[in-house]
């Protein structure tokens, strides 16, 4: 069946360095979500990208869609405090007509003051 | 604007006892709406789903059942509780429609089976 891999699982960063994630599908996707999980919270929608190399940015914080849909990354920069949690991708498959969102497993970000 | 309320926040409950959780969305008609469960430190596992009253769809084989009874209440059960069944429990809705748009999560219940 269709999957999504996230990488990496965990990452740990010095309060102003660089951060970025990958989401890597199996198949094409129709579109693809990113969301942030704060410790102890629930997921909450950060963006959608649907065009093919598609890029899209929130203040310090970069989505892109691969050209061939099949995988996404987030990147941010300067990272600080605020944005420690889990960060999860889910993208929707193009199979079929029961599409539902692919859910990658995150990866959980700490980010030392 | 629309809200969305799971209860209760936390839950203890012994083996073998049954399960009811709730989840109700305002501001919005006929929502997709959706049960997750999340292990610790792990992602997030689609459960149920529904497109409308009374019209539930089953993602994976457990002793748990959803139902729909009205437009904008999802509610999670189980007749008897496995120690398995732990963990965080998240309700979402989305707008009706293409299985696309962003879904919007309740705060979840962690429910604990001693």
């Known amino acids: 069946g269709q999957q999504v891999m996230q990488i990496p699982q965990y990452q740990h960063v010095q309060e102003g360095e660089d951060f970025t994630t990958y989401c890597n599908s199996s198949?094409?996707?129709?579109?693809i979500q990113w969301y942030k999980q704060r410790p102890g919270g629930h997921p909450v929608f950060l963006i959608q990208?649907?065009?093919s190399g598609e890029v899209k940015k929130q203040k310090r914080l970069t989505f892109q869609f691969g050209e061939a849909k099949k995988n996404s990354s987030l990147h941010i920069t300067a990272t600080q405090t605020t944005d420690v949690g889990t960060y999860f991708c889910?993208?929707?498959?193009?199979?079929?007509?029961?599409?539902?969102?692919?859910w990658g497993l995150g990866t959980s970000l700490g980010v030392n003051p | 604007s629309q809200t969305i309320h799971q209860w209760p926040a936390t839950l203890v409950q012994p083996v073998g006892s049954p399960l009811s959780l709730e989840c109700t969305v305002e501001?919005?008609?006929?929502?997709?709406l959706y049960w997750y469960r999340q292990a610790a430190g792990r992602g997030l596992q689609l459960l149920f789903y529904?497109?409308?009253?009374?019209?539930i769809s089953s993602e994976v084989p457990q002793n748990l059942s959803a139902s729909r009874p009205q437009d904008r209440q999802f509610i999670l059960s189980s007749k008897k509780l496995l120690l398995s069944d732990s963990g965080f429990y998240l309700c979402?809705?989305?707008?009706?429609?293409?299985?696309?748009?962003?879904?919007?999560f309740g705060d979840g219940t962690r429910l604990s089976i001693l």
């Open positions: 198949t094409t996707l129709s579109n």
């Open positions: 979402a809705w989305s707008v009706p429609g293409p299985y696309n748009q962003p879904q919007h």
């Open positions: 529904s497109v409308g009253i009374g019209q």
């Open positions: 501001g919005t008609s006929n929502p997709n």
């Open positions: 889910a993208g929707l498959g193009n199979a079929g007509n029961n599409r539902k969102l692919i």
């Open positions: 990208l649907v065009k």
